[in-house]
């Protein structure tokens, strides 16, 4: 079993991806099922993956879109994928931990593929620290408010992760949420200049 704490990774995972312009939201909630799958076996070093299972947490309904973005997580170093093709063997996934074990500091994100992966980062600066932007709410949060709706959990990490990953500051989230739970747990970018103005437009006519 390693040696992962599982806030300290998420928050890692989450700053890699506001910093990947690469990555998007199939990514971020692909990403997110093989987390969690990751966490029930207590973070294995490597795990044995049920592609339907996956593909079911993820909500992804084909084959192609699956294996396109668990190819560019592999190769821009998110996991490593061993697959499998022995039709009773599962494949395998080793996720890369972003985070020194013994002291617990955040490690740089996943660079660019002409880049190494690195273990550790300088600590900012009190007033770097003081730019950084603010997220109103956290993963708590909404991870409470999804058990009282009687939403996945899962559907909280993917909600939590796609908004910190865009960077928008919102005390209405829970609006948000719950268009998010209605249009079965798929989220898309306003069309508007505002970050939510397109959510509550659509709550407006959707009468929430």
């Known amino acids: 079993m390693e040696r992962v704490n599982y806030i300290i990774q998420l928050n890692a995972i989450f700053e890699c991806f506001n910093k990947d312009a690469r990555i998007k939201q199939g990514h971020i909630t692909l990403y997110l099922a093989f987390f969690q799958k990751w966490n029930r076996e207590f973070f294995k070093k490597t795990i044995t993956v049920n592609r339907e299972l996956i593909m079911e947490k993820a909500k992804f309904r084909s084959k192609t879109t699956y294996h396109n973005y668990l190819k560019d997580l592999n190769n821009w170093g998110y996991l490593k994928y061993f697959p499998s093709y022995h039709p009773a063997r599962g494949s395998k996934v080793q996720m890369t931990i972003f985070f020194n074990s013994d002291s617990q500091k955040l490690a740089n994100c996943v660079p660019k593929p002409s880049q190494k992966l690195v273990t550790s980062i300088k600590h900012k600066t009190k007033e770097n620290l003081n730019k950084q932007p603010n997220v109103i709410f956290n993963e708590s949060e909404v991870a409470l408010f999804f058990k009282k709706n009687n939403w996945p959990e899962i559907e909280a990490l993917k909600f939590h992760a796609y908004i910190k990953s865009k960077k928008w500051k919102t ?20 069309k508007t200049t505002s970050p939510i103005s397109g959510y509550v437009d659509n709550l407006k006519n959707n009468n929430i």
């Open 171 to 190: 005390d209405n989230w829970q609006t948000i949420a719950k268009i998010f739970a209605k249009n079965d747990f798929k989220l898309k970018e306003p």
